[in-house]
């Protein structure tokens, strides 16, 4: 029977830790204050950033919005990235991703205008943070598998290339893990995947994973956002630990995210 995650309730108790460190904060006449850019009309990112907002404000954080339209030029984003990174009531920047078709080639371009004493997000090259996702999931894995026990066990991250992926790998290693990172076209994806204690997927890519191609007893990392990577009904059967899509790793993404900002001001 398969551990299904609840990363709401996992989330939940890291927010009450998360308020007093706010309220904390405040007494030093520190105001936590995100700032986030949303470009174009894509759902699932504007439900996800609501849920930033939710979060947020539920532990006393400021978070502003500001959206353009999808065809805005990369130069008008960048203007105002660098106002917000001298803005000393601002602490941290997120560009939500992903970003519209047209302006994919200008994301690195995009995110490393983000001072990186504000880039809470951890995605820009050389970032002070850790990448949100990246941290969710290593305190996720860390939840699953009692200390040290995963010294030496084999990961397999597909997307490992990917914005998130990559900071999955790093997290990981960490851990001691021995990591095998894969993308989508892979060849021996299936091998690869079967051999690995820990399988983490962050490709973007809806019921990548299949049953047959994880062990008895795998631990399944769903990033998927909005719809899962993992075929879940039946590779809970065989998993001894699985993350749901929704209620999974992104609402310990989010909680991670406002840990990183309150790092951000404290180092302010």
């Known amino acids: 029977m398969s551990y299904i995650f609840d990363g709401k309730k996992f989330a939940k108790e890291r927010e009450e830790l998360l308020a007093e460190s706010v309220k904390f904060l405040k007494k030093r006449k520190i105001k936590p204050r995100i700032t986030s850019i949303l470009v174009g009309n894509d759902k699932a990112s504007k439900i996800y950033l609501n849920l930033k907002k939710k979060s947020a404000e539920k532990v006393g954080i400021e978070m502003d919005i500001v959206e ?22 601002v602490h941290g920047i997120m560009v939500q991703l992903p970003l519209p078709e047209s302006l994919s080639k200008h994301k690195d371009e995009i995110l490393n205008s983000i001072k990186k004493q504000k880039d809470i997000d951890g995605l820009r090259d050389k970032s002070l943070f850790s990448g949100a996702t990246s941290l969710a999931v290593s305190s996720i894995v860390s939840f699953a598998i009692k200390p040290l026990a995963y010294v030496g066990k084999k990961a397999t991250v597909i997307g490992a290339n990917g914005t998130v992926g990559k900071g999955v790998c790093i997290e990981l290693k960490k851990l001691g893990f021995k990591i095998t990172g894969c993308d989508q076209g892979t060849r021996d994806l299936y091998a690869k995947i079967h051999e690995a204690d820990l399988v983490v997927s962050a490709t973007g890519v809806l019921g990548l994973i299949k049953a047959e191609m994880v062990k008895e007893g795998v631990i399944a990392i769903d990033c998927g956002a909005p719809k899962p990577e993992f075929d879940f009904d039946r590779v809970s059967k065989k998993a001894s630990f699985i993350t749901p899509v929704p209620g999974g790793v992104g609402p310990v993404t989010i909680v991670a995210l406002m840990e990183n900002l309150v790092k951000a001001c404290s180092k302010d």
């Open 68 to 89: 353009f339209e999808k065809d805005t030029p990369h130069t008008k984003i960048i203007k105002l990235i660098k106002k917000l990174n001298v803005n000393k009531s």
